[in-house]
């Protein structure tokens, strides 16, 4: 009778345990654009943060793919913070090769060049004014310059666990 061989499996890796553990952390979801050398570039971005409110100043990371690369180089940007409305939206930035910008998707140009999703409760231009390597991505820093928004008429959209999630007031718990 032949002996069966069972290895005890590997203990995860901190790099393993580090993406369960922001897996369990839910996320706001915040579409990024800004004018690229060849037209409007953007994508999906869950590490959007405030980081003063005087002066309204916000951070968030950037790691691969090209729309990344040509954001990393942009002066400035708007931060579409995005709805549950918006999830198709969402779903075509944070997809490698679909189309961005389209007619569907309602945008427009604005005076200082970038590209303005006009369906988004809320859009921070914002001047980039740090860049600091941190392991393979790049945390951006930007100074909120102008702010756009329809206050109070978006469910938000969260991303937790490899999904999207509505918030609304069903799911308030206190």
Do not use: N
């Amino acid at each position: 009778m032949p002996l069966s061989s069972t290895r005890p499996s590997a203990p995860p890796t901190a790099s393993e345990l580090f993406r369960s553990a922001f897996r369990a952390h839910p996320a706001g979801l915040a579409v990024v654009t800004a004018a690229g050398p060849t037209g409007p570039v953007g994508l999906t971005a869950s590490s959007v943060i405030s980081v003063s409110a005087d002066p309204p100043a916000v951070a968030f990371s950037l790691s691969g793919g090209q729309s990344a690369a040509q954001l990393i180089e942009a002066e400035t940007v708007v931060i579409h913070l995005m709805g549950a409305a918006q999830l198709d939206v969402v779903r075509a930035f944070s997809t490698s090769g679909s189309d961005r910008f389209t007619d569907e998707m309602e945008w427009e140009t604005l005076p200082s060049g970038e590209p303005l999703l006009a369906a988004a409760p809320w859009a921070l231009r914002c001047r980039i004014t740090h860049r600091v390597p941190v392991g393979g991505s790049l945390l951006l820093a930007a100074a909120v310059h102008e702010i756009r928004g329809h206050p109070g008429k978006a469910e938000p959209l969260v991303y937790h666990d490899r999904s999207f999630h509505q918030l609304s007031d069903q799911s308030r718990i206190v």
